[in-house]
């Protein structure tokens, strides 16, 4: 059973920046990519960033040039490295990853980590 641990949430000054990590295990099928969504109060779940098993990013264009995501495919981890946070982004924040085999991808989710951005 896939099991997706994340760490590094938490309160933080407008202009601060946090560092997402997400360790997953009990893979049965490759990885093919690994990603962070959020969501706040009273909207929907949205892609953050993605990385894929070859090494290509996407961002929203909410965040980008202020977030860089990496992976270390060792240890099946990615992170998520938040710069210039502001109060719109907090949220709670997910990890995502994505599994399977050709023309099959399972989605799998960590549990949440809160992120506030506040003064």
Do not use: F
């Not at 994340?6 to 490759?30: D, F, H, I, K, T």
């Amino acid at each position: 059973q896939v099991q997706l641990v994340e760490s590094g949430g938490g309160l933080v000054q407008p202009g601060g920046s946090l560092r997402l990590a997400c360790a997953a295990s009990g893979m049965r099928y490759n990885i093919k990519a690994m990603g962070w969504y959020r969501q706040a109060p009273g909207k929907q779940r949205e892609l953050v960033a993605a990385i894929e098993s070859g090494g290509s990013t996407s961002y929203a264009d909410s965040v980008n040039g202020r977030c860089t995501i990496s992976r270390d495919n060792a240890k099946n981890t990615v992170h998520l490295q938040m710069d210039n946070l502001q109060p719109e982004d907090t949220a709670v924040y997910y990890c995502n990853l994505k599994t399977g085999g050709s023309g099959v991808t399972t989605d799998s989710w960590g549990q949440g980590t809160q992120v506030t951005v506040s003064s």
